[in-house]
C-alpha cells in the first residue's frame, strides 16, 4: 500500500485548504485513515480519523469544527479539509492507513501501517 499526500502550501490566518492522500497498491487492505500532524521540534500528533466509509470520524479537541476529514471510497483518496486556519496549525501533515478497524485505538499512530510522505502547510499571522 502506499499512500501520497497533496495539497499543503502557505496560507493567512483564517484561509482554508485541503489535503488530499491517494491510496494505491492494495487499498482494500486499509480500513481506518487518518490525518497526523508534526510541527517544528513537536512530537506527531493525531488531527483526525475515520473508518473505511467515513461515515464515522474522530477529531482532535484542537481542530473540532475547523476542519473535516472525508474519504472516497471509490477512488481511494482521502481528504482533509481546513478551515479557519490558525498560525498554530502550521505542521507537516500525514496522511496514515491501518488494516484494522476504525476505533477508539484509531487515535493512536502505532496501529497505522502505513504512511504517506507528509505535506506542509504554513499557516501565517
Known amino acids: 500500500v502506499q499512500l501520497q499526500a497533496s495539497g499543503g502550501g502557505l496560507v493567512q490566518a483564517g484561509g482554508s485548504l485541503r489535503l488530499s492522500c491517494v491510496v494505491s497498491g492494495r487499498p482494500f487492505s486499509t480500513n481506518a485513515m487518518a490525518w497526523f500532524r508534526q510541527a517544528p521540534g513537536k512530537e506527531r500528533e493525531f488531527v483526525a480519523a475515520?473508518?473505511?466509509?467515513?461515515?464515522?470520524?474522530t477529531y482532535a479537541d484542537s481542530v473540532k469544527g475547523r476542519f473535516t476529514i472525508s474519504r472516497d471510497s471509490a477512488r481511494n483518496i482521502l481528504y482533509l479539509q481546513m478551515n479557519s486556519l490558525k498560525p498554530e496549525d502550521t505542521a507537516v501533515y500525514y496522511c496514515?492507513?491501518?488494516?484494522?478497524?476504525?476505533?477508539?485505538?484509531?487515535?493512536?499512530?502505532?496501529?497505522?501501517?502505513?504512511w504517506g510522505q507528509g505535506t506542509e502547510v504554513t499557516v501565517s499571522s
Open positions: 496514515a492507513a491501518s488494516p484494522r478497524p476504525y476505533g477508539s485505538s484509531s487515535l493512536r499512530s502505532n496501529v497505522y501501517n502505513y
Open positions: 475515520c473508518n473505511w466509509s467515513g461515515s464515522s470520524t
